[in-house]
T-cell receptor, first 113, second 114 residues
Framework: AQSVTQLDSHVSVSEGTPVLLRCNYSSSYSPSLFWYVQHPNKGLQLLLKYTSAATLVKGINGFEAEFKKSETSFHLTKPSAHMSDAAEYFCVVSPGGYNKLIFGAGTRLAVHP | EAQVTQNPRYLITVTGKKLTVTCSQNMNHEYMSWYRQDPGLGLRQIYYSMNVEVTDKGDVPEGYKVSRKEKRNFPLILESPSPNQTSLYFC?????????????FGPGTRLTVL
């Protein structure tokens, strides 16, 4: 069965410090992996996606994620947090060739001055 | 502008009163889907459609209906809403297979069933 586990429901960082949002996945197939961001009262926006090309994926707004097959992880990072990064982040897996997205429970990121 | 639109954005209704949430996309996407978002559960798929007149159940289809008579529209129908359907609903679309194509999400519809 396919599943996604976001290891932290809440993460709090200071502005200017690094961000790490952790995601582990389980998939029987070669998966596609995504990170989406949801700002308060807004829809979901794609940050980045991995589809079996380079394992280090760069996204928008300075975010990147590394696909590690041996660890079944797809952690999201950013070197320096900005106040505007405060939002909820979803790790999403799509099993290869299968028309479905499976969402993690979400990680709420707070950024303090 | 490429977008997915949903209406209404906010809706408060009472148990048993039929309602429809509309979804429309202007990107000529074949694949459309409905999700509900509940705290601590992420988004869960309700129904999806691979093309006109082709729909299938997602993970939580009970109490919902959909139709796909036109490529651009994918309405979500609650024939007899109940309080456990109070949630935030998102429509999404993509070119074809959701797994390899980016899904574009609408702004969401917040539904409260009293």
């Amino acid at each position: 069965a396919q599943s996604v586990t976001q290891l932290d429901s809440h993460v709090s960082v200071s502005e200017g410090t690094p961000v790490l949002l952790r995601c582990n996945y389980s998939s029987s197939y070669s998966p596609s992996l995504f990170w989406y961001v949801q700002h308060p009262n807004k829809g979901l926006q794609l940050l980045l996606k991995y589809t079996s090309a380079a394992t280090l994926v760069k996204g928008i707004n300075g975010f990147e994620a590394e696909f590690k097959k041996s660890e079944t992880s797809f952690h999201l990072t950013k070197p320096s947090a900005h106040m505007s990064d405060a939002a909820e982040y979803f790790c999403v897996v799509s099993p290869g060739g299968y028309n479905k997205l499976i969402f993690g429970a979400g990680t709420r990121l707070a950024v303090h001055p | 502008e490429a977008q997915v639109t949903q209406n209404p954005r906010y809706l408060i209704t009472v148990t048993g009163k039929k309602l429809t949430v509309t979804c429309s996309q202007n990107m000529n996407h074949e694949y459309m889907s409905w999700y509900r978002q509940d705290p601590g559960l992420g988004l869960r798929q309700i129904y999806y459609s691979m093309n006109v007149e082709v729909t299938d159940k997602g993970d939580v289809p009970e109490g919902y209906k959909v139709s796909r008579k036109e490529k651009r529209n994918f309405p979500l129908i609650l024939e007899s809403p109940s309080p456990n359907q109070t949630s935030l609903y998102f429509c999404a679309s993509s070119f074809s297979l959701a797994g390899v194509n980016t899904q574009y999400f609408g702004p969401g519809t917040r539904l409260t069933v009293l």
